[in-house]
């Protein structure tokens, strides 16, 4: 019988975004729902509990500062955010976010 060739788990973050993760809080996800009673950080609406991604109306957890743009992976840099919220304001901060919805 043949020998099945392992496959290589699959690394879905850059190794620069895991090193940050790693420096980071460990963050629950729950505990974050709940410690922001389940409203989206954008656009300031509830978000359902009970649906889950790739339901657009999922929950997310938003970095504040992206890391992209030099932010942390910790407490006081992240809430919750829909998944299309999320995607939405993509790797801008709050502030260019706000800017750019005004002016468009």
Same mark, same amino acid.
């Given at each position: *019988?043949?020998?099945? &060739? #392992?496959?290589?788990?699959?690394?879905?973050?850059?190794?620069?975004?895991?090193?940050?993760? $790693?420096?980071? @809080?460990?963050? @629950? $996800?729950?505990?974050? +729902?709940?410690?922001? $009673?389940?409203? !989206?950080? %954008?656009?300031?609406? &509830? %978000?359902? #509990? +009970?649906?889950? !991604?790739? @339901?657009?109306? $999922?929950?997310?957890?938003?970095?504040?500062?992206?890391?992209?743009?030099?932010?942390? =992976?910790?407490?006081?840099?992240?809430?919750?955010? =829909?998944?299309?919220?999320? *995607? /939405?304001?993509? /790797?801008?901060?709050?502030?260019?976010?706000? @800017?750019?919805?005004?002016?468009?």
């Amino acid at each position: *019988m043949a020998q099945r &060739k #392992r496959r290589r788990p699959v690394r879905y973050y850059s190794p620069k975004r895991r090193k940050v993760y $790693a420096e980071g @809080d460990k963050i @629950d $996800a729950l505990t974050l +729902f709940e410690l922001h $009673a389940w409203i !989206c950080c %954008i656009c300031h609406e &509830k %978000i359902n #509990r +009970f649906v889950r !991604c790739p @339901d657009w109306n $999922a929950a997310t957890i938003d970095h504040i500062i992206p890391i992209s743009k030099g932010g942390t =992976h910790t407490w006081d840099n992240v809430a919750p955010a =829909h998944y299309r919220c999320n *995607m /939405d304001k993509a /790797d801008l901060t709050c502030e260019e976010l706000n @800017d750019l919805t005004l002016t468009g």
